[in-house]
């Protein structure tokens, strides 16, 4: 049997780009791998509207390995889990109190980066390949926002960073181990029906890899297709706004209009699908272009 | 240039798990010949690049309207029935008035039922 190595509970806070969370358990292994992928964010005091984590066991039961508890602002959430699961819940919870603590945000399930000073999301479900993309973006030099999420300013329609460590699926392992990227082994965590996850912390990859506040130029729907030619076709505006008030999980709780906001966004961006099969040619393609694209806009001004 | 019309364009649903259903379901489209009507004038609607996304915060949907719905929209003024605009696309697109009158009136049938616009004499009263 495994040993917890419980201990006194302690509490650490993280400064994650512009979401300040706190994380409180006594389980030592646990606070061990959370400083380990989210060391870089470690603050010694509380940030505005910090999200207060705490993860325990539970009392003894016959469920032995699902023991344990994570609650949220002292609400448990999710309960019993097993111990490979605590990670991915507690990234979970974070997610899900963003919009209800941070409303000024517009939460778009988007990858989001930044290159040369213009953000690019990539909205897409779970499966589009975003978490994969990022990181071959993050290997050509793009700089990090969020894997999962793109956060927009209501009032001023800058995307932010939120920059989660990077959630790779076991199905993207190879590709990512192809780029020259470690998959830690052992460090592999039970996500719900996505089946087994690894966290990577952006700054594993490239020490400056975050990136700052930018405006949103380009809007990006990725969709994979095992070996499929890389493909970006231009789509209209309205189309992508469209398309991107579904993905918006925080639309009527806003602190604006969501649609006010998605309008207000699409209008200064150049929009896009996107076919990924090989994830370097992909890379590759959507960069040629982003940087054509720019070269133009500055030849027209 | 002068281009085809497109076919009506159906209103789009935000939800699309009753998207579906939406289709199934008969919209019983009213007979929209003759009458006038107007927009909601609570409704959002954004204009992108000739095209339009409206937002209804009473039922919490979003509808997207192609270049020529949303020009039969605009035309939803109160002042225009739907042979007039249909006379209008007939001037803007190649299409004869009896094809173009039949998806104005099916067109606006969608928005009625939708509740998006109401008749013109019903337009008193609504909040603005």
Avoid at chain 1, 54 to 79: K, T, Y
Avoid at chain 1, 114 to 125: K, M, Q, R, S, Y
Avoid at chain 2, 48 to 74: M, P, Q, V
Avoid at chain 2, 87 to 116: H, K, M, P, W
Wanted: hydrophobic share 40%; net charge positive; proline share 5%.
């Amino acid at each position: 049997m495994m040993a917890y190595l419980l201990g006194k509970r302690e509490t650490r806070h993280f400064g994650i780009g512009v979401v300040n969370a706190s994380l409180t358990t006594g389980i030592r292994p646990l606070l061990e791998q959370y400083s380990s992928i989210y060391g870089r964010c470690e603050t010694q005091t509380a940030g505005k509207n910090e999200i207060a984590v705490s993860v325990r066991r539970r009392p003894p039961s016959l469920r032995r390995r699902r023991r344990f508890e994570v609650a949220v602002n002292g609400r448990v959430q999710f309960e019993p889990l097993r111990f490979d699961e605590l990670l991915p819940y507690i990234e979970w919870s974070l997610n899900w109190e963003v919009p209800r603590v941070m409303p000024q945000y517009l939460q778009l399930h988007a990858c989001s980066m930044e290159l040369d000073g213009a953000g690019v999301i990539f909205p897409g479900a779970s499966g589009a390949g975003k978490s994969t993309l990022t990181l071959g973006f993050l290997t050509r030099g793009w700089r990090y926002l969020c894997d999962e999420f793109a956060l927009v300013h209501a009032d001023t329609l800058q995307l932010h960073p939120y920059p989660r460590a990077i959630c790779i699926k076991r199905a993207g392992f190879a590709a990512v181990e192809a780029l020259g990227i470690a998959v830690s082994k052992g460090r592999h965590h039970l996500k719900g029906a996505k089946g087994y996850v690894s966290f990577i912390s952006p700054t594993d990859v490239r020490a400056d890899a975050v990136g700052r506040p930018c405006p949103i130029r380009y809007v990006i729907f990725p969709k994979f297709e095992a070996g499929a030619a890389p493909e970006l076709r231009p789509i209209t505006r309205s189309e992508a706004a469209f398309q991107l008030h579904y993905v918006c999980f925080n639309l009527l709780r806003c602190r604006a209009v969501g649609l006010d906001v998605i309008a207000g966004l699409i209008r200064g961006a150049a929009c896009y699908r996107l076919t990924t099969g090989d994830l370097r040619a992909t890379c590759a393609l959507v960069e040629q272009t982003i940087r054509r694209d720019n070269r133009e806009m500055a030849q027209t001004a | 240039m002068r281009t085809e019309i497109a076919p009506p364009t159906p209103l789009r649903r935000a939800d699309a798990d009753r998207r579906e259903s939406e289709e199934k379901r008969d919209l019983s489209m009213p007979s929209v010949a003759g009458a006038r009507y107007v927009r909601r004038g609570d409704l959002i609607e954004h204009e992108l690049d000739g095209e339009c996304l409206i937002y209804d915060a009473l039922t919490a949907n979003t509808h997207r309207l192609n270049e020529t719905a949303f020009s039969i929209w605009k035309a939803c003024d109160g002042a225009h029935d739907a042979r007039a605009i249909a006379e209008d696309l007939t001037e803007r697109y190649d299409v004869a008035l009896e094809a173009a009158s039949d998806n104005v009136e099916r067109f606006i049938g969608q928005l009625v039922a939708l509740g998006l616009v109401v008749a013109a004499h019903e337009s008193e009263g609504l909040p603005a």
